[in-house]
C-alpha cells in the first residue's frame, strides 16, 4: 500500500507537482524547504491514492509523518496512515500540522489525540504590501536602516539570480561562512545546503536575487511561489555591512511578487531570540502555528 523511498524532488517532479496544491502558506510544505532539510530529517514519500505522504525522522529518531497533500480522500489517507503504523509497529505521529490539518485530525480522531505547539516553530507571515512600502512609523526603523546604508556604501545594484551569477554567490557564501565559522552544528548544515541550492539553482522554480556594490556582492535571497504566498527560504548578508539585511529584503520582495501575491512567509525563528525580535519587528500579520499530534 504505503512503499517510502527516498525524496529525490530533482527525480520525481510529482512531489513538487503535489506540494504546489496545498494552501496551508507554511514553509514546511515547499519544495524547497524539503529539499534543504530532507538529508537532517531522512525524509521519505510515497503517492498513493492521489496524495502525498512524507515520513522524517526527528532529532530523537522518531518517525513522524507529515499532513497528507492531496485531492483524494483524506480520511482515506489518514486510514493508510494508520495502518502502515500499526504494521511497522510505530506511534502515530504527525509533526508541523497546520492549524486546518490539525481540525481535520481531530475530526478523524475525535478525542483520541494530543497535540502541542511552540512559538518557535510558528512562520511569520507579512502582507505583502507592507514589506514592500514600509509605510508608518511602525516601520521607521527599517526605512532608516536602508537610508543609513545607502548613505554609507552609496547606491547598491539589485540583481536576479540567474547561472551565470552562482559562482559570485558562492564566493560569497565562502565570505560569510568564515564570518559565521564558530557557530557550527545546523548553521553549518543550512550554509552547505544553501551552496548545494545554488549548484542546483535551475533545476528547481526559484526566485532569487542578489545585491552588490561595485563587484563585490554583499548579500542575497531565494525563495518560491507557491499560490497566494512568497516565501523567502534563505537570506544571507554581509554583516560588515549595516544595513544590508534590510535592503536585501525590501528589494527580493519587490522584484519577487506577481499580482497573484498577497503574503509572504519569512518562515520561524526556531526559538533564537535575535530572530525573533528581528522578525517581530517587520510586524507579522499573523503567526501561523504549526502541531505536533499524537494518535493515541
Not at 491514492?49 to 512524507?54: H, I, M, S, T, V
Not at 478523524?108 to 516553530?121: A, C, I, R, V, Y
Not at 554609507?152 to 565570505?175: A, N, R
Request: overall charge negative.
Amino acid at each position: 500500500m504505503l512503499n517510502f523511498e527516498q525524496v529525490n524532488l530533482i527525480k520525481d517532479k510529482r512531489i513538487i507537482e503535489y506540494l504546489k496544491k496545498q494552501n496551508y502558506r507554511i514553509c514546511d510544505y515547499t519544495p524547497l524547504t524539503i529539499y534543504m532539510w530532507q538529508d537532517f530529517f531522512r525524509c521519505k514519500y510515497a503517492i498513493y491514492d492521489d496524495f502525498l505522504f512524507l515520513k522524517n525522522k526527528d532529532i530523537e529518531g522518531q518517525v513522524v509523518f507529515s499532513f497528507p497533500v492531496g485531492n483524494g480522500d483524506i480520511n482515506k489517507a489518514l486510514n493508510y496512515l494508520s495502518e502502515y503504523a500499526t504494521k511497522n509497529n510505530l506511534p502515530l505521529l504527525f509533526g508541523l500540522v497546520p492549524k486546518s490539518g490539525l481540525e481535520i485530525l481531530k475530526n478523524h480522531f475525535k478525542d483520541k489525540l494530543e497535540f502541542t505547539t511552540t512559538l518557535g516553530n510558528s512562520d511569520y507571515l507579512y502582507l505583502a504590501g507592507d514589506l514592500i512600502n514600509l509605510e508608518g512609523n511602525k516601520y521607521r526603523n527599517q526605512r532608516n536602516r536602508i537610508n543609513k546604508f545607502i548613505r554609507t556604501f552609496g547606491d547598491f545594484k539589485y540583481q536576479k539570480i540567474t547561472t551565470e551569477s552562482i559562482p559570485k554567490l558562492k564566493k560569497f557564501m565562502e565570505i560569510y561562512q568564515n564570518e559565521h565559522i564558530d557557530k557550527g552544528g545546523l548553521y553549518d548544515y543550512e550554509n552547505q545546503k544553501t551552496i548545494e541550492v545554488l549548484e542546483n539553482y535551475d533545476k528547481f522554480e526559484l526566485l532569487g536575487g542578489y545585491i552588490s556594490l561595485g563587484d563585490e556582492v554583499i548579500g542575497f535571497a531565494i525563495g518560491e511561489i507557491l499560490g497566494d504566498t512568497l516565501f523567502m527560504h534563505i537570506e544571507k548578508a554581509l554583516a560588515f555591512y549595516a544595513g544590508a539585511y534590510q535592503v536585501i529584503n525590501n528589494a527580493f520582495v519587490t522584484n519577487s511578487i506577481n499580482e497573484q501575491v498577497k503574503y509572504v512567509n519569512l518562515e520561524e525563528d526556531m526559538g533564537d531570540q535575535g530572530l525573533r525580535k528581528s522578525k517581530m519587528s517587520y510586524h507579522p500579520y499573523q503567526l501561523l502555528e504549526k502541531f505536533n499530534v499524537i494518535i493515541l
